[in-house]
């Protein structure tokens, strides 16, 4: 039996998602779906009698992953590497456990960067509160894009 | 000799004239120009208010290290500028 799944709290209670669950939980198009599997980033997708793909807990948690380094700009390439690192950390090729320690060092740069915006904004927007003669942020940008009278 | 007190402020900024006069009229009792203070616009040194962590102005950091975030009780900063001179 299949379950429906109408939103990301029914996951827990659901061990089977047909392709349109997935879209909705993950956003991901049916096409990139495929494409995913053709190119063996997603093993095989287990099928029912009559040919409709069935995606498990672990195939999501596989697409959460390749949509996660997707954002940190990863090349299929690098995922599909990471993949294999992900399914076999003990046993991967040295060149895989060199492109993840690399890939890992890129995501702590990355981090740390995401962490100094949040302090600027944080601090932008507490400037904005703070101000009894209006918002010096949008005084500021305007200065910026306001055009030099000449 | 003396300690570098940097004192954080915005444009339209409420709190920060006041927290400027309580600091100065602390470095004028001390004396001595045992405090160096320094205006900071935060807007003209975002990066650096940043790096040492002001989240809101005013904000008063001493030899490059937050110390205050708010407005400060001049008793309280009082002791805190009194107490890092004497380790100084």
């Given at each position: 039996m299949i379950l429906k799944i109408s939103s990301p709290q029914d996951i827990d209670t659901a061990k089977y998602y047909r392709i349109g669950d997935v879209i909705r939980l993950l956003g991901l198009?049916?096409?990139t779906l495929r494409y995913y599997e053709k190119i063996g980033l997603l093993p095989p997708v287990n099928r029912t009698p009559s040919g409709i793909r069935i995606y498990n807990k672990q195939d ?91 | ?88």
């Amino acid at each position: 039996m299949i379950l429906k799944i109408s939103s990301p709290q029914d996951i827990d209670t659901a061990k089977y998602y047909r392709i349109g669950d997935v879209i909705r939980l993950l956003g991901l198009s049916a096409d990139t779906l495929r494409y995913y599997e053709k190119i063996g980033l997603l093993p095989p997708v287990n099928r029912t009698p009559s040919g409709i793909r069935i995606y498990n807990k672990q195939d999501l948690s596989r697409l959460r992953f390749i949509k996660r380094a997707q954002k940190m700009r990863f090349t299929l390439a690098e995922i599909g590497m990471l993949m294999n690192m992900r399914t076999n950390p003990q046993h991967a090729r040295d060149e895989v456990r060199q492109l993840t320690a690399n890939k890992l060092a890129e995501v702590e740069l990355n981090l740390a960067e995401i962490q100094v915006l949040r302090d600027e904004l944080r601090l932008l927007l507490n400037l904005c509160r703070g101000s009894e003669d209006g918002c010096p942020i949008i005084e500021t940008i305007d200065e910026d894009i306001t055009p030099a009278k000449s | 000799m003396g300690i570098n007190v940097e004192v954080f402020c915005s444009p339209g900024c409420s709190q920060c004239g006041h927290a400027k006069e309580i600091i100065k009229r602390i470095a004028d009792d001390i004396g001595g120009d045992q405090i160096h203070l320094r205006d900071v616009n935060v807007l003209e040194e975002m990066d650096y208010a940043v790096a040492l962590g002001v989240l809101a102005t005013p904000a008063i950091a001493v030899e490059g290290k937050l110390i205050i975030t708010a407005l400060p009780s001049e008793k309280k900063l009082r002791k805190i500028l009194e107490e890092r001179l004497s380790e100084s």
